[in-house]
DNA sequence: ATAATTTAAATTGTGCACAACTTAATTGTT
DNA sequence: AACAATTAAGTTGTGCACAATTTAAATTAT
């Protein structure tokens, strides 16, 4: 186990990094799309799930309303969502897509060929780094239980 | 190879996800040191090269000026810290840990191992994956490569 | 030597990310 | 039914992260 105090024996530094020059690469993807990374995260999630409502949004995407609140309402002035009250709760706030909001899933369907293209990396190391990466979510989650345990 | 656009399936919001994750459970552990996760980053740097100039810790930790005067202001500010001109260089800022920024590095050095011991990870699987983000480094560096050739 | 180019920091502006707090709706309890 | 507790969003404030621009120093070219 690493236990010095060195940056580059830091798990967290190299996770932080290769999160960082990932996110990079997206943004001249998603430039032509007039999207930030975050905001392309919230559009693949209701491009599965349209009419979620902000709570389950942000419990998928680990971001609370100080994060989602403002950045709905930015994919809201560039027009690819709406927002209402939900009928059967009104303290909730329920996001749909537009027309544009539905069109664009189509011209980004191919972003993530792209990325993994840039990537240049194939099936089965793909397949280990995604499971690497859930272990160390399972681990962090794992704690998190143990300490609400006691 | 996954090339749909279902957010589970991206390995940038898995590593996005859990790059937030782990910095989440530094917060509480760093709170005590009066350090955010980045002033941490820029303090363990300082904690290997005192004297280092501002352009250089920007290439350690893949940040530039933007980001780094600010935070380096805060960390003058706490008294971790001091900054001065280059004497071979006018246009170089030099950081210096003050005093109290090298007493720092004793209370911080258990700070490796108590992140290790949240995530309960074995020696083997830890270098392993170090092992799998830095390889995702280097295919994204070599990209950048490519681009840059043509 | 002087002008043009390059380099280093700082500044400005935008957009996350999150803690702490506020407001309003819903649910639970008595 | 009335009150307390909980829940959902929004707001405010701080601190990154980064693009774009500015200012000043150093380097290079002429």
């Known amino acids: 186990m690493e236990r010095s105090l060195r940056l580059e024996h830091q798990i967290c530094f190299q996770l932080y990094t290769a999160s960082k020059e990932l996110t990079r690469l997206y943004r001249p993807i998603l430039a032509p799309l007039n999207l930030t990374y975050s905001q392309y995260l919230v559009m693949l999630v209701l491009w599965e799930e349209d009419g979620i409502d902000l709570r389950r949004l942000g419990s998928r995407l680990t971001l609370d309303s100080g994060t989602l609140s403002p950045l709905i309402k930015r994919l809201i002035q560039i027009g690819y969502v709406e927002k209402s009250r939900a009928i059967d709760d009104e303290r909730k706030i329920v996001v749909y897509l537009t027309e544009r909001g539905n069109t664009l899933r189509e011209q980004a369907s191919d972003v993530p060929l792209q990325v993994s293209g840039m990537l240049n990396i194939d099936e089965a190391t793909y397949v280990a780094y ?3 990466l859930t ?5 962090l989650h794992d704690f998190g239980e143990r300490q609400r345990e006691q």
Chains 1, 2 share one sequence.
């Open 130 to 132: 995604m499971e690497m």
């Open 135 to 139: 272990d160390i979510k399972t681990r």
